[in-house]
């Protein structure tokens, strides 16, 4: 019983991960459509920025964590401007290989810098010991995880609810020409929507770099679990991000636990959230929780 | 007034027969013979390395490829990011059989032009059954399906013992009517042989635009309830180009197993699978001659970046990071640059020249 | 005047140009080498400080003028761990008629292997997959290889192994030919004997948490769990024992898991990945590390600084593993020039077989000479075992020989 609640534990610890990284994808989703591949690649330069502060600037770590954060804002915000802002109004083809062209420049410019290659690990800063109640353990990181991504998601779900700015980027992704006719900026919301991507993005990253250490390869392929995670909970639904993300992550270690090892299966754990994700689809072809499209001629 | 056959200064057809044709005029169709004239000779006259060789044929098995994707995303406008795995059914399936019956079977060495067609229907098969969340899914739902079978493909091929996990399974070398095709004639053989291939499957991609089923999928791309209105089903139209893709992809995949002489699971990953995408879009999405320009561009481009990566490497070390960082940044650069400048592609220039010519003396 | 200018500059000019083409006549032969590996993408933190080695040990050898006045020349070309991209480079460099041939991935030598059939080209992959050896004549590999190595580790632990009945143990693979490699060659030596008990293989995903996986190992009772996958998966399990408490702190600890691991699951840089959680974990290659001093960590240094490298690739194992290559790859051709036989595939080929006994080479970069011969185409047989204490990895005994490997042979 206890391996279970273990599974149980650690499948919401690895599904909130999975949460913030979703969140940031369906921010810039909600608000312009634009389906960003090159999410993983954010994510990664903010866990190899935050690598960069702490150990060759020297700041402490909680600070460089919000440093970041904030850097990755703006470069988030810089994206936006520079790549996206011509592409509005052209068919989703051309904006999705756009953001699949720049998953490859991000790849790049990583590259350039001695991060693309090479292993690094963030200074520990926090206890070894697990922390350990009703035969179930975790270990400090992945706590200090946990309680951070829920600050996040809770913070996030009071902006868009009851922040001008929030609302006004709600009031965007329902509909563009209403709200510019209320006299909101429509690019500036899309900037704003890019840099809370980034925000979260960041942030993921963080914590993602202290669980498993900072190897561009195992960052690489993180961004592309984050796809089914925002399918299953519907693209523009947060809260369905944060649900599916507890999903997928319950659903990958119930995997690994009890169906790897047996008949010969291995590694389903990284098969199962796309089969699930068909699955989901075909039943519900918008995702769990997303809107219903009805689509008028 | 009689039309004029062999130059035309515009449009002036008079009936839909001629509106049709594949060649518009004859100075067309010489061209075209002349071109391909070409491209079967110059090989004789012309010694090129096996590395280049290697590198043509390799190009032009993604132009069969991009047929497929090009009919699919350009023609029927369902995205899919999974094509690579449509082009590793077709490899696998000449792999199925060396598996079982061993690699230098005379099956795979002498009925191999079956065995290529073969592949191409099994593909067509595996695109049906993809095709069929098409008719719930819409745009980014579809596209993230297609994803799931690319990675459900990985999974599958690393972890089935009968694929040998993923290694790769060697093909043997295969014969022709003047015997075995041996190590120094391979990649000529193979190039005259998916050159064929290219010119055969290129006009039947012409063709079927011209019939029926094409006009069904460029009417069910623009506005599917106003097909199904006319009498059209889209949801059958969608699976039909998912096949349609599946059968070029999966021709494509069984030449690229016998030109390589193996089958391993890393040629078609998820990377290959946003490779074709991008070459069908730099290329010109929607139109044949995309098809061409598009693996042309992307391949010669790689190449060119790995001779300057090599280069820089060598002669200015301390650079090296930033020698290895081009090819991810030039793919990159590429695709972003096309799509904010000229998001119609090469394919557009192409028409730009040629109505150029077509219409000289006059502007317009 | 101006005339007579211009006369004199292309007097000068022919000259120079005479001259250099003469001596490069005069300079003796080229041979070339070639090197196709993933300076960038996946397993590069290995690649780039191998092809580095390689690179500076082909100056070296053109500096020192160990091949007299012959020059060798090496092709070094990244493929981004791309099967696709290792065949066009080898065929590059067969267009440019190379003698003698390093690759690098499990991947890329399997698929080559016909093709070095054909071409009668003698191979050292960085790979030492057993499975390369089969059906194939060309392909050496430079040390024991990963069956051998995970064998001697089975043979360690069943030798070492305190507390009643045999040791349990779990094996943690890459999903890949390369991971699955030793699995046959251990289970063959359980069955001739060797006093372990293999509970349970795990071919790990790209997991990001462990602990499932661990508790389960746990439940079952494995108490020794053999790597045999890259260094970021090992690290991720070892940093979820850690947190679980798992690790053992010393070896064979009761009701805790010693891990061990095979060449490519260990080295210096998962000391850099793991951080604490790497202490007490035993690893096995036939290199000498960096770590423990003598002539040959000199002679290593010492390439290191003449070339400008800095102290980081300078201590990488992989820098070693490049230097060593090149090292057989240029003895091969000495030999053969000692003998007055031009330096051409075959006679390489053969140097290569001969290279046993009395004629047996010794690197000082390896714990053990490089044999090979007919039926023995894996270089160094001697393992080291070395353990991590403090962030670094030392020594543990002598070097030895796996000895089931000749039993299941």
Redesign the interface.
Known sequence: MS?FF??VV?GI??GS?YALSALGFVLIYKSSRVLNLAHGQIIASGAFITYALTVWVGIPIVISFLLSMVITFFLAMSVERVFLRRLIGEPIISVIMVTIGLMSIIDGII?MTPF??????FP?FLP???IAFWGV??????FVGVIITFIMIGGFTWFFKASTVGISMRAVSDDQFASMSIGISVPKVFGLAWAAAGLSAAAAGGI?GN???L?F??LH??GI?VFPVVIVGGLDSIFGAVVAGIIMGLI??FA??YL??NWGL?????VLPYIILLIILLFKPHGLFGIHEIERV | MSENRWLATGNFFTSYKAEQRIFLTHVDRVVFIGFLVLMFVWPLIFEV???YM??ID?ILIAIIAVYGLNLLTGFAGLISIGHAAFVGVGAYTVATFAQILGSNHVLLTHAWPLMIVLAGCVGAIFGAVVGLPALRLKHLYLVIATLSFQMIFQWAI??SKFF?????I?IGRVFWFTGKVV?KEHYLFWYYVILVFVVVLGFAVRNLLRTKHGRCLVAVRDNDRAADAMGMHPGFTKVYAFAVSGFFAGVAGALHAYM???V?F??FMLHHSISYLAMAIVGGLGTLMGSFFGPVAILMLDLQV?NL??FV?HYFTAL?DVS??F?PLSFGLVIVLFLMFEPRGIANWWRIIRTYFKLWPFRY | MKNKQITIMLITLSFLLILGFSTQVLAGETYKMGLSLA??G?T??A??PYSKGAEDYVKYVNDEKLLGDDKLVCF???D?Y????T??NF??F??EGIVFYLNYST?ST??L??DFE?EKIPVIPASFHAGNLIDSNYIFLPIASYSSQAVGLAEYVAANHKGSGKAKVAMFLH???FG?GPLGDVKKAIDVGLGIELV??????????N???L??LK?KGVQYVISQTV??PV??ML??A????MIASTYGEAGKITFLGCHYAGGP?LI??????AENYYWTTSYKLMTAKGPGTDAQLALAKRYGRDAKLANDSNYTNGIMVVQVAVEAMRRAKAKGKKVTRENLHAEMLAMNGYNAYYPLTTVGPVTFSKDDREGVDTLQLYVAKGGVFYGVGLPFVAEYVQKIK
């Open positions: 391996y273990q599974l650690s610890v690895v991960i590259y693309g290659a090479g292993n690094f690990s520990e070894n010991t697990p353990s975790i270990s400090w990181t992945q993602l669980i498993t250490g190897n390869d195992v392929s993180f679990i990958q270690q690994a636990g790897d090892g291995n590694g389903t754990a990284d | 390395g096996n590395k290697l590198v390799s690393n972890f040998d996990q993923g290694q790769t060697a190590r390589w002489r193996g391993g890393e040629s790995e990566a090599e490497g090296g290895t960082a090819r | 300076i960038t996946p590069s933190d690649g780039s070094i070309r990244d981004a791309k099967t696709e991209a065949k066009r065929e590059d067969l267009d991947g399997m698929a292997k016909q054909e999903p890949s030919a699955r349970e293989v795990v071919e790990h995903g790209k997991d990001l948490d602990t499932a996986m508790k389960r439940s260094q970021p690290a991720t940093k979820g850690q947190s679980l408490g840089g850099a990945l793991a951080g604490s959680a």
